[in-house]
């Protein structure tokens, strides 16, 4: 079974919805993390989690919202999507931070389609 | 802040070797990352660098020059399922989290 889980892995949606992509992970890290994919504009961080009472903004946090339901569980609001959300978005935990060298555990990714 | 260059795009023939240079420019160096990520897959580990030097994994070599503000990936033997964009990566000042430069997509041809 894999270590870290998204659903769903794919979503079409129309504008002004709300959608939640949810994020679990069973190698026990602490930390979690949301990024969005864009062509040309690589991997960028939206929200982050050390533990379950942490959460912080990242890069690009607006139009976004976060809940740590445990600690296995991150999951990613879009209050009211708009088509340039329209993005690969990617899960990711690890046990410390990067500073210390530890690597980066990423989901398989949820295709997200806003028309 | 931080900051990193990658080329967009590289192709390189099958057997041959190809570099994947990196600079960047971060206000305090804690290490550098290189990931491997095949289209529409997850990103996934292939180094950590914190020191200068080359550290060898099998067919793949990462380098780094602290000095410099650069670090290169070396790829041997290149087969086809090398195809992959490969991402560039440093730890966030502060926050201690990763800040991704927006890869190199390498092309392997036959």
């Known amino acids: 079974d894999a270590d870290v889980t998204q659903t769903p892995r794919n979503r079409i949606t129309k504008t002004g919805k709300r959608i939640m992509l949810e994020c679990s992970q069973t190698?026990?890290?602490?930390?979690m993390y949301w990024y969005r994919q864009d062509p040309g504009l690589g991997l960028r961080l939206i929200y982050y989690s050390f533990d379950v009472k942490d959460i912080n903004k990242g890069e690009i946090s607006d139009g976004y919202s976060v809940s740590r339901q445990a600690q296995a569980k991150f999951s990613l609001s879009l209050e009211s999507a708009i088509p340039n959300q329209t993005a690969l978005y990617f899960c990711?935990?690890?046990?410390?931070?990067?500073?210390?060298?530890?690597?980066?555990?990423f989901g398989p990714g949820t295709r997200l389609t806003v028309l | 802040g931080q900051n990193i260059d990658q080329p967009t795009e590289m192709t390189a023939t099958e057997g041959a070797i190809v570099q994947i240079n990196c600079t960047y420019q971060?206000?305090?160096?804690?290490?550098l990352f290189w990931y491997q990520q095949h289209a529409g897959e997850a990103p996934t580990f292939l180094s950590y660098?914190?020191?200068?030097g080359l550290e060898e994994k099998g067919r793949f070599s990462s380098f780094l020059s602290r000095s410099k503000g650069y670090s290169y990936l070396l790829l041997k033997e290149l087969q086809m399922k090398d195809s992959a964009s490969y991402l560039c990566?440093?730890?966030?000042?502060?926050?201690?989290?990763?800040?991704f430069g927006t890869g190199t997509r390498l092309t392997v041809i036959p």
């Open positions: 190698k026990g890290h602490d930390r």
């Open positions: 990566a440093v730890p966030q000042t502060g926050a201690n989290n990763l800040f």
């Open positions: 990711a935990t690890s046990d410390l931070g990067a500073g210390e060298g530890n690597e980066q555990f």
């Open positions: 660098n914190v020191l200068d």
């Open positions: 971060t206000s305090g160096f804690n290490g």
